[in-house]
């Protein structure tokens, strides 16, 4: 008699048990493969920071060897950090990959946006978000988006449907039992795709380490003239700041996300390599948007009303 999970020859091996990382790195390939299976001209936004950089990586997974189907499009404040547009170009150039990017300086010079008092462009993305998809006819945008960032970004599914101007109804969203995914629009409407929903900052971190994928230098701890405003250390610019009695200080500091330098703040830290920000996150009790993004301080429902109009 052979026994269960056994050969004549002696017990057969067990398939090995996937890691957490092997888990999620496989469930963002399938999402990413049933979106563009589903649509006809995709997109990936792709900003250069940590979230966009993995989401390119698994995209790229998940076609290799072949190239990449679908182009890259950026939203540019015109107040993004410098080192994170030089690592979003190298990144393009080392792929051959297609960059469009949408200019929120053009809208400001043609009056289709206005300046905001307080210097922040981050919340004026949206406009040449939703104007780039209609331009190129986008119909499915995959969004480095994670549900552990934002409660608004919780109650979003993984396949996000978007109405004519890109606007969100957390009531029309779709069921996804047992990872079924519906892509399916209606005239003029769109799909957003998040595959990274389900993972956390720390997955993310501990991707980047397995993978050894390159991120901007500011991801890591280096000394940087800042100054205080909010409860965070920005960094000065063109943008507005330092204002009347902000002093700046040389302080030795990361970036844990990066957008619009307005309102974009570090946190100190001795972190430079990727285990050591492992283990820096393993301690931290605050969000990463919670913690360093201004624009989700100005109300308990900030993120939700943008996405409402638009936003990522």
């Known amino acids: 008699m052979t026994a269960i999970g056994a050969s004549a020859d002696g017990p057969s091996a067990c398939p090995p048990v996937p890691s957490p990382l092997d888990q999620l790195e496989s469930d963002a390939v399938h999402v ?160 957003r795709v998040f595959p990274l929903s389900d993972w956390t900052e720390l997955d993310v971190w501990q991707y980047v380490a397995r993978e050894r994928i390159g991120l901007p230098a500011l991801y890591y701890a280096h000394r940087r003239k800042v100054f205080a405003r909010g409860g965070m250390w920005l960094t000065p610019g063109v943008w507005g700041g330092p204002g009347e009695g902000e002093r700046l200080e040389t302080r030795r500091v990361r970036y844990r996300t990066v957008g619009d330098m307005s309102c974009t703040g570090a946190v100190d830290s001795d972190a430079t390599t990727p285990a050591q920000v492992i283990a820096e996150l393993a301690a931290c009790r605050s969000t990463e948007r919670g913690a360093t993004r201004a624009d989700d301080r100005f109300s308990e429902a900030a993120m939700e009303d943008r996405k409402r109009e638009g936003y990522f």
């Open 32 to 191: 990413i493969r049933e979106a563009v299976g589903e649509s006809e001209r995709p997109v990936l936004l792709f900003s250069g920071g940590k979230d966009s950089i993995v989401l390119l990586h698994l995209a790229r997974k998940a076609f290799s060897p072949a190239p990449l189907p679908f182009p890259l499009l950026h939203v540019d404040t015109g107040h993004n950090f410098p080192e994170v547009l030089a690592h979003r170009d190298h990144v393009v150039a080392a792929h051959g990959l297609c960059l469009y990017v949408a200019s929120v300086q053009e809208f400001i010079d043609d009056g289709r946006l206005r300046e905001r008092p307080d210097g922040s462009r981050n919340v004026l993305q949206t406009v040449p978000l939703t104007a780039a998809i209609e331009q190129h006819g986008f119909d499915a945008v995959f969004g480095g988006a994670r549900r552990d960032e934002d409660r608004a970004r919780a109650k979003e599914r993984v396949f996000s449907i978007r109405d004519e101007s890109g606007g969100w109804d957390p009531r029309r969203q779709r069921p996804e039992l047992w990872r079924l995914y519906n892509a399916r629009c209606g005239p003029g409407e769109h799909v």
